[in-house]
């Protein structure tokens, strides 16, 4: 039977006048939407981008971000150690078990990555600060806490004195004892170096905190600190006719009268922190931060146990003589350093115990983390750091550089890191997302430092969320 072709336009049949016609003889145009009722399209009759033009894109950044945030703050309020789940590694430096390299870094116990790295004081001396297990009750005898050199501090006299010249009742910093003077005469201390601190013309620097309880001039100097160096005697006392403090030397004056320095502080009821320092041939007194005077020095100072040579706090050197008529002043922390720790006009009053350790600030370091292994291979990373500027402005992508890597640190990739909104008061945050590197399944982040300097500018790494 012949097939029969009919090319009418005008012919308008209906479904039920239609039979079934494969989909392959339908290859080109459109239908319109009105004519298609119900059924079915085989696969692959449908163009992708007639699927898509119609769905709106997603983008889940910002879910991924909102889920390392809250997890960098659990961390941190939980006191988490390093932890990763199936697409996310987080830490905020608990321990130091997510670390794998430091170059001129190091985790601080206080929870942060920092170039500034603790180490051993080179210029430490001696540090004393008294507590309940260095001492006894019938001697009071405190060795020195720290320091390259080994000293105690006894009573002037010696002898047996009971805990009464170890105080607590008044302290700058609490749980340790301050010095006193419980005995008329013979309640000041002494240090006892078993070898010489021998600063030569050299810098150095003798200081603590004293604490004037009362005092009512009396005629008779009553010394702070008093010492003498083979070459030359120092003394820090509150004037006999006055309540003003002084400082005399007398390498310069040798009548043992002040050499017109009048001392600002020592007030009855404060705290006042003082130092003497040798620096590149000036010796200066300083007070409460403040230098009080300075002037050029050329003398040897080398200090030892004898009466010539020694230091004495609360007493004069030496001697019974000069000391405390009962409890009227209270000293603490005392240290002695072989550099000068202060310099110029001012400088901050510490406001905690003098460390036993030097912090070291390098201008470049990092630190890579071990490697975080993913359930498949990776090709995009990205991660939400945690940080803070300790001191100065650390621009990112210049002074806080992320690498980010997926082949166990054979390739690194750079990130361009973005700043969100602060993370704490004080704590700073950044962010990275989708950053195409070489595919693996070992990922790990690289952190650098640079342009960092002590005091001027100093980023602290608090935290890291990576995200795979």
Do not use: C
């Not at 960098?72 to 988490?80: F, G, T, Y």
């Not at 000041?188 to 810098?203: A, C, L, M, Q, R």
């Not at 150095?204 to 702070?224: C, K, L, M, Q, V």
């Not at 498949?376 to 992320?402: C, F, H, P, R």
């Amino acid at each position: 039977m012949a097939i029969i072709k009919i090319k009418n336009p005008a012919i308008d049949l209906d479904a039920a006048e239609i039979p079934n016609i494969d989909a392959s003889k339908i290859t080109t145009g459109n239908f319109d939407a009105s004519r298609i009722g119900s059924g079915t399209f085989a696969d692959a009759r449908i163009a992708a981008s007639n699927v898509s033009q119609h769905a709106t894109s997603f983008d889940d950044n910002k879910i991924v971000n909102d889920i390392s945030t809250i997890a960098l703050r659990q961390a941190s309020n939980e006191n988490k150690g390093a932890y990763n789940t199936n697409s996310m590694y987080v830490d905020v430096f608990q321990d130091d078990t997510g670390i794998g390299t430091e170059t001129n870094t190091d985790r601080n116990s206080s929870e942060y990555v920092s170039s500034a790295v603790s180490g051993t004081d080179p210029n430490l001396v001696s540090l004393f600060r008294p507590n309940t297990t260095d001492h006894t009750a019938t001697q009071a005898v405190v060795n020195t806490v720290a320091g390259t050199s080994s000293a105690t501090l006894r009573p002037v006299n010696g002898g047996a004195y009971g805990q009464n010249d170890l105080s607590t009742s008044f302290q700058k910093f609490s749980g340790s004892y301050s010095f006193t003077s419980a005995n008329a005469n013979d309640g000041g201390w002494k240090i006892v170096p078993t070898s010489e601190y021998d600063f030569g013309t050299g810098d150095f620097t003798i200081e603590a905190w004293t604490y004037r309880n009362s005092f009512t001039p009396d005629g008779t100097h009553r010394y702070i600190m008093d010492w003498s160096a083979n070459s030359g005697n120092s003394r820090l006392s509150l004037a006999p006719n006055s309540n003003e403090a002084y400082f005399g030397n007398t390498g310069y004056d040798n009548n043992y009268r002040p050499v017109g320095f009048g001392m600002s502080g020592f007030a009855n009821g404060d705290w006042t922190h003082w130092a003497y320092v040798k620096k590149s041939g000036n010796l200066a007194m300083y007070s409460n931060g403040n230098r009080n005077f300075t002037f050029s020095d050329s003398l040897t100072y080398n200090f030892g146990s004898s009466y010539v040579g020694d230091i004495a706090f609360n007493q004069r050197h030496g001697s019974d003589s000069n000391g405390w008529t009962g409890v009227g002043i209270y000293t603490q922390e005392i240290r002695v350093s072989s550099n000068a720790r202060y310099d110029g006009a001012t400088y901050t009053i510490p406001t905690a115990q003098f460390p036993t350790t030097a912090i070291t600030t390098s201008a470049t370091g990092n630190f890579i983390s071990n490697a975080i292994t993913a359930p498949s291979s990776t090709s995009k990373m990205g991660a939400i750091i945690t940080y803070q500027d300790n001191a100065g402005t650390n621009t990112l992508n210049t002074d806080i550089v992320l690498q980010l890597s997926a082949d166990n640190g054979s390739n690194f990739t750079t990130a361009t890191l973005t700043a969100m909104p602060d993370f704490a008061s004080g704590i700073k945050m950044a962010k990275v997302n989708d950053l195409s590197v070489t595919a693996g399944t070992q990922l790990k982040y690289k952190i650098s430092f640079a342009n960092q300097a002590s005091g001027s500018k100093e980023a602290r790494i608090r935290g890291v969320s990576l995200q795979y």
